[in-house]
């Protein structure tokens, strides 16, 4: 697990991110490299948990000082560090661009 007493904004987070699938963050071997390809989520899955990020991220200023080069409180700063963080960390999902271009080189 990632430690909540150095990282409470960070758990935060990434609690969220197994609320919205329904995986019990305790599961989740965050040493394990990869850990954030091992479960799925849907488009909307996935976009319900930017804003829910974006809208965290402009409305708490210390989760912004901690987590952000730029703290800087614009909804556009905000959602582009969602955007990024999930980019980055988020869960699978199926049929994404990303998905797109593996099969294309595969093929």
């Known amino acids: 697990m990632i430690e909540e ?13 197994c609320e919205i699938i329904n995986v019990d963050y305790s599961t989740i071997d965050f040493q394990e490299d990869g850990w954030y390809e091992k479960h799925t989520w849907t488009t909307e899955q996935e976009n319900e948990y ?26 556009i700063n905000c959602f ?12 699978d999902t199926p049929g994404d661009i990303v998905d797109s271009i593996e099969e294309n080189k595969i093929n």
């Open 5 to 17: 007493e150095k990282n409470p904004y960070l758990v935060q987070l990434v609690r969220k991110m």
């Open 50 to 75: 930017i804003l829910w990020v974006s809208e965290e991220l402009f409305n708490n200023e210390a989760m912004r000082e901690e987590l952000l080069e730029n703290p800087e409180k614009s909804i």
């Open 80 to 91: 582009q560090a969602a955007v990024h963080f999930v980019a980055n960390f988020g869960w």
